[in-house]
């Protein structure tokens, strides 16, 4: 049999297990269960998207800013509704699958592909998002494809690949901005490739990266000058209110689940934004523009004043980035999940080590820098699903280690 035939065998089980999971998630269990909040639409983005329709893009907000509201209402223009935009996310989620599988066979071996693809395609948190309006579907698929395009550049870095991989970050950036610390760095390690020894065909591989971002960023970000009247606000306002978010959401009551982080931490943090926008004379969520001047005030602040609190924060975050969920039964999901992953991954690095004599940093480097930059903000649990699909490709490598090491006595004993 012709390793394309196999390859193609692997990536429809892959995908069929992955869609059929979560359809069945879709159709049968999110709706029924209780560990999860199960509204359709907890944060609006539906309602948002049916406002880009009825009157444009008139009002800047952190979740009107994103790709993704925009992605719900191109389904309503076409005669969609929420459900249509399940499936789509459906197919995504497969899709994630099958980019893990791809990448699992290219830096490993098929088995740790197929591996990675069915832990994908079965894992809970990935599982979680895919049955109402949360980004992280959409946003797992697009993240995991930006990894999957910078391996593609490495190992060919030319202009074309440059630029794909440029306009695929910053699709993904613009859904939400959480990849880009990851482009910037994985751009600046090729630069430092490109320059020992000088090679100008690579130089301008990663400046290629760069122009299609800006490219694609300039129309959006003209978007946002008209919608707030001439004000130049980046990406998205709340990196601010992200960032005094993560003073609270890492204290000790909340880090240890204590207490209730969405419930208790978040009616703090509402308060304390509350109290900002009164002493500056405003209403907080009256103009987000505004709130995020306000809040970047008040962060200069914290940091300059409470310096160690701000490295407990971030040093706490670390860890609250793979577990801290809204209650202390939901978090020991993605707890036990990560530790699980990481262990299997460590056997994996010993393994990669002992025969090439390297780990894999191309799956690791958007883990590291993903986990530093949002423990930096606000680290709660959800917001490592994007890079879920890194680790379980780890973790699927850890897994074929120990199956080699099972198979061969087997082996060695039939013969």
Same mark, same amino acid.
């Given at each position: 049999m012709r390793p394309t035939r196999i390859q193609a065998r692997a990536a429809v089980w892959v995908g069929g297990v992955a869609f059929a999971a979560a359809l069945t998630m879709?159709?049968?269990? $999110?709706?029924? =269960?209780?560990?999860?909040?199960?509204?359709?639409?907890?944060?609006?983005?539906?309602?948002?998207? +049916?406002?880009?329709?009825?009157?444009?893009?008139?009002?800047? !907000?952190?979740?009107?800013?994103?790709?993704?509201?925009? $992605?719900?209402? &191109?389904?309503?223009?076409?005669?969609?509704?929420?459900?249509? &935009?399940?499936?789509?996310? @459906? *197919?995504?989620?497969?899709?994630? @699958?099958?980019?893990?599988?791809?990448?699992? !066979?290219? /830096?490993?071996?098929?088995? !740790?592909?197929? %591996?990675?693809?069915?832990?994908?395609?079965?894992?809970?948190?990935?599982?979680?998002?895919?049955?109402?309006?949360?980004?992280e579907t959409v946003l797992t698929f697009l993240c995991t494809l930006t990894v999957w395009r910078a391996l593609l550049f490495h190992d060919l870095p030319n202009v074309r690949n440059g630029i794909l991989l440029g306009a695929v970050a910053m699709v993904t950036t613009l859904t939400k901005g959480v990849m880009l610390p990851f482009v910037v760095v994985f751009a600046v390690v090729e630069l430092v490739f490109a320059l020992r020894p000088v090679n100008p065909q690579r130089i301008a591989a990663v400046g290629g990266i760069f122009v299609a971002m800006a490219l694609l960023f300039a129309p959006w970000s003209y978007r946002n000058y008209r919608a707030t009247d001439g004000k130049f606000m980046g990406l998205t306002p709340g990196t601010s209110d992200s960032f005094l978010r993560g003073y609270i959401f890492t204290r000790l009551e909340f880090a240890t689940l204590q207490k209730r982080p969405y419930e208790f931490a978040e009616?703090?943090?509402?308060?304390?934004? +509350?109290?900002?926008?009164?002493?500056?004379? #405003?209403?907080?969520?009256?103009?987000?523009?505004?709130?995020?001047?306000?809040?970047?005030?008040?962060?200069? =602040?914290? &940091?300059?004043? +409470?310096?160690?609190? #701000? %490295?407990?924060?971030?040093?706490?975050? /670390?860890? #609250?980035?793979?577990?801290?969920? #809204?209650? /202390?039964?939901?978090? /020991?999901?993605?707890?036990?999940?990560?530790l699980v992953a990481w262990a299997l991954a460590a056997l994996g690095?010993?393994?990669?080590? *002992?025969?090439?004599?390297?780990?894999?940093?191309?799956?690791?480097?958007?883990? &590291?820098?993903?986990?530093? $930059?949002?423990?930096?903000?606000?680290?709660?649990? +959800?917001?490592s699903v994007p890079i879920l699909p890194c680790l379980m490709t780890l973790a699927a490598f850890g897994i074929d280690t120990l199956l080699s090491r099972w198979l061969r006595p087997a082996s060695a004993a039939g013969n």
């Open positions: 879709v159709l049968l269990v $999110f709706r029924q =269960q209780d560990l999860v909040g199960n509204k359709g639409d907890p944060y609006g983005y539906g309602r948002i998207a +049916r406002g880009f329709i009825e009157h444009g893009f008139d009002k800047l !907000t952190r979740r009107a800013a994103s790709l993704y509201p925009e $992605f719900i209402a &191109v389904v309503y223009r076409l005669g969609g509704g929420d459900f249509a &935009v399940e499936l789509l996310q @459906c *197919a995504l989620h497969a899709g994630t @699958c099958l980019l893990a599988l791809t990448i699992g !066979t290219k /830096l490993y071996n098929p088995r !740790t592909g197929k %591996i990675a693809g069915l832990l994908c395609a079965l894992h809970p948190m990935l599982l979680r998002y895919v049955a109402d309006l949360h980004m009616n703090e943090c509402n308060a304390l934004f +509350r109290s900002i926008a009164r002493s500056a004379g #405003t209403e907080w969520e009256l103009d987000e523009v505004e709130d995020e001047k306000n809040n970047a005030r008040f962060a200069k =602040q914290m &940091v300059l004043t +409470r310096p160690f609190d #701000t %490295i407990r924060k971030c040093v706490v975050g /670390l860890f #609250t980035f793979w577990y801290e969920m #809204t209650s /202390l039964k939901n978090s /020991l999901v993605p707890l036990g999940l990560a690095f010993r393994r990669s080590r *002992a025969e090439e004599g390297s780990v894999p940093w191309l799956l690791i480097l958007p883990i &590291v820098v993903m986990n530093v $930059f949002v423990a930096a903000l606000i680290p709660l649990g +959800r917001y």
